[in-house]
């Protein structure tokens, strides 16, 4: 699928990125399509390795060039192609602002302009809202006060969008809430640290939200890098979570206030987080689970566990060992 | 006292409540007045019972019909009336959206209009004000720029209010200040987890603020389910606090950044807590309790005490543990 | 130097400050300059001494004229005058409120107007921008819609601040990006408490942020009470992390999200500290510190640690404990 919402650069070439990563250029000068996630990768597409937790995916990666460090290259799959580089995500970095060379910087979008309720059917429009290009809002929806919808933005029918928030880069779903002062699809927390001055990663993603979820007051959605952050259909957040880059999270999930997640982690189906619980990064926790408020999640969680604790554990061993 | 803040149904009678649940109507269609918790609820009332927690509260209502599971029906004084139902909370929901039709979404107020100074004494206002039906402001207040004040609202003598804040259903008393970002007053995170789709849970509470009360940046309280949620005279909020539905907090108490409440707890006077910790839901603190950083607080602490730890254990007992 | 933000009382005398702590007058009614931290305050600045956590700076303080509870009188320096109170900080409000009488209340800006685009040198900028009294915006930066720079602000070259933020009482340097939604520069929770009131304390602090920093969504700093709040350059702070006054912190540090900094606690430079950490007050963290996501930091670490849990301890005794 196309990026919609990133402008990207029509024609690169292997040449190109070889430049940008100030390598030797190569005689055969192929054409490189776009730059994606090992999973998400067509075979023209240039992809990268850069920790044995997505073994899985690059064992099966249609990618045909893939960026990776000297201590991994004996991991690749026979016959691929691939860019030895010493630092992977300091590459990739620099990669993707080749193909995408507007998704660097998140300034606001001085395209926005005052919302014109008639454009859109049977909305029900607070004052002061603003609207930027390239917005769809279905019908029946209502949207609060100082609302700003940025550019990229698709909303469903019969949403209802509070007042103060802030919507960019970002589809909602059909009877999907978001309440006041929610702050979706910004980019994510992810930068390769200098020592001088950290260089910002371009975040091409985008924020996907499902059909009838709820998302909180003062929740803060970051959007994908190369892939999207993701909320299924039917899940509930309270107020004033934290939802990092590339996470996922799947259906009738119920999160409960302040919870916080790093970036990337999966979340399944049908799982409750009590309140304030933090999810490492990088995790992925299974179907039905269950995790009690507070807790600390620092590795994966099989399906159907009750968890709880600094760092979660099964949660009879929590209270037995905390009676 | 009637419900100024959400329009009730004007006639309910048995058969309206047993027909919205799916049950066999009564020979006897006497009239219900209200729904309410059973320590608030009068004769005429309905209330319901769900937890063994309150079954002090069970033992003295004045309710005579009461919403219950079968396992519980046995819990119940001699001669009350009852409704046996499969699913406590799912059956209030409905019941209570049937009193109060108009209390289950929670829209922006699209009845708010600019503010208008001179309709108030001594009002120091900011730029962009929205003020929306039913709001009264005390004299000698100020309430800084893009400030939301919805319908059913009212402030007292001598109240600060910052910029960017959003308030709803909410009662504000003398003398005090709610800082910049805060949002007061929204439906709790309250509702019956369905599979496909969750059943929004009505909230006809309101937020009740004392007087001399400090509340802090981007803190968000939400207003109660059937009761309120109550801040007490000279409690002081620091930053990013939450507090959810039914949470009654005492006077004097002072709550550091990013605690979290869950709903329905109840805390006492002069209590200290320390930042990010958290207190789970239906708990009872003390008086005097102090609180450290970072606690978990997951059972009811006692007055005078001094507790730290996840789960929250007797301070001294946490130190040594820890030394 | 002179505190450019806070307007100071020209003459303070010593009888002045004695008759608002309603003490006995002395013969020679010498003047006094200011009120300040140990560590900072001149010959003639009156300061104070509150805890043994500050010895050293007791210690070496060029003041001459200290503030202080009976049983530290004797670890005074020789031939320092001081003044005996019950209470410092109460005490210590009380002159400063002296001093700078109108640092108490933290209201609204009502200086603050509609941004004049043209004031500004290369300025994008959004709706809805109000701009107060000694505002200093420097060339090539972005503002966002809705944004609120009260007055006492400096922003320097090329930065972007997103929509909806607020900033008062604040420096920013060159290159720095300040997101959606966050509060910088309202005065600190500092405040003496009462029995039946609580008294606030004069914030006359400001925040200094460094070159090339980004703050989060919704993150809140707040202004130092006598000396400044400071973010180092080159650091970079997640969404919905709060900084308490008088905290600061280093350069290049990576903050993750929904970190709290509790007050006057010092951090080094490029610390690393995992997502909703915690850190009391009154710490010191060293340099190259790094701080597990969901740690609570309750005493001093040295340069160089690693350190996780709660309370935070070494990172390797930590993962062994929880084997």
Redesign the interface.
Known sequence: MENKFFKKRKIVRINDILSCLNLDKKNKNFRVNDIKDLDLANKNDISFFNSKKYLHFLKKTRSDLIIVEKKNINLLPKKKNFIEVSNVLLSVSKVTNLFYPEAL????D?S???LVKKNYVKL?A???I?VGKNVKIGKNC?????T?VEKNVKIGDNC?I???V?LKNTIVGDNT?I???A?IG?KG?G?Y??????IRYPHIGKVIIGN?V?V???N?I?RGSLSDTIIGD?T?L???I?I?HNVKIGK?C?I???V?F?GSSSIGNRVMI???A?I?GHLKIGDNVKIG??S?V?KDIPSNSKVM???A?NIRIFLKD?R
């Open positions: 910087e998140d300034c606001f001085s926005a302009t005052p029900d607070g004052l002061n603003l209502s949207i609060g006060h100082n700003i209802k509070g007042s103060n802030i809430n309440l006041d002062g702050i910004k927390f930068f640290p200098g020592t001088n001055k950290n009838h709820e909180g007051c003062n803060t970051d039917g509930f309270d107020n004033q934290h990092a009738n119920i409960t206030g302040q916080g790093a009590g309140g304030q933090g490492s408020g507070g600390g620092i604790g600094y760092p554990k905390n």
